[in-house]
């Protein structure tokens, strides 16, 4: 981010401006599966980054954010690659606001370095957190006022409901509990959102109902099979945007051949479509 949104003091700021700019809420979710890569490509950390590179050529003018899942780097010795490609989408798409999603939680000391990792070293604009640890597991991250911090709430997978569907002394499930503290006690400066999955749109509801207009990262339309009319119905924030909505595979391997970009971009154009499809239903219903 750096010098690149310098104008923006808040991570709403920002936000709304990756909205506002792409006219889309489509986050390109990058999870390079090396045993998945299109003719052409091998699995080594350069043609990892190749791959990305043009993915994100292809699809940045339907993407208001992109987010590079780290593990699919990290088990490839390519965290390198990874330090690449978000600069590139900061040249190729200067208004996405890029999610590193990194699923991070642990101690204060070392949230710290997470947080040098993600932003310093990652210059990443947000980074998905895990709540478990409690309030002092996300406090290094306020150093960063300006960043993002998507906080795991209702997830997209069957095992979600293990423990985010158990009931807590406030009489509520977990997740509620969750969202009510981080967009409150944890929230010092507005900067954080909740990862709320599409395959629970009830849970969207109930999320939004209690987080005001904190945005939200919702993952599991496309591959996950994820309910996109109820999501967009049930997730808009009170200005009409607030939603991040994530397809990863579907557009990444929307084919494996030559033509792998070109039909990434159509997968990306027609799931920005239909989220505006969904959001004009929202509006008129
Ligand atoms: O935090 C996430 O991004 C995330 C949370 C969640 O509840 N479910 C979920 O699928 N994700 C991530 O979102 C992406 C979903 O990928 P696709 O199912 O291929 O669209 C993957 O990178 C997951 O790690």
Known sequence: MGQRFSQFKTFPERLA?????SHSML??????????????YGTSAADIERFCVEIVKATAEYACAFKPQIAYFAANRAEGALENIIGRIHELAPHATVVLDAKRGDIGATAKQYAIEAFDRFQ????????????????????YPDRGLFILCRTSNPGGNDLQFLVTGREEPIYQTVAKLATNAWNPHQQVGLVVGATYPDEIRAVRRLAGDAPLLVPGVGAQGGDLLNTVKNGLCSQGWGLLINSSRAILYASSGADFAQAAAREA??????????KDQAHSG
């Open 17 to 21: 401006h990756s909205f506002q700019t």
């Open 27 to 40: 986050c390109v979710g990058l999870d390079p599966d090396i045993s998945r890569m299109p003719t052409g």
């Open 269 to 278: 154009e027609s799931t920005r479509a239909a989220i505006q499809t969904a």
């Open 124 to 143: 990443a604009d947000s980074v998905t957190l895990s709540p478990y640890m409690g309030h002092d597991s996300v406090e290094p991250y306020h150093a």
